[in-house]
């Protein structure tokens, strides 16, 4: 869902009630845990 639609993540993290970075810093721990599975 993020990668899909350019500028999605900023529409989708306004509605977070979290704070962006981390969420931010989430999004991308997961990405890549999510890369890595499929890489092996």
Known sequence: R???VSGFF???AEFR???ME???DWVDSEMTRRLDR???
Do not use: H, P, R, V
């Open 22 to 24: 981390l969420f931010a």
């Open 2 to 4: 993020f990668l899909g």
């Open 38 to 40: 499929l890489e092996s």
């Open 17 to 19: 009630d979290e704070d």
């Open 10 to 12: 900023d529409k989708y």
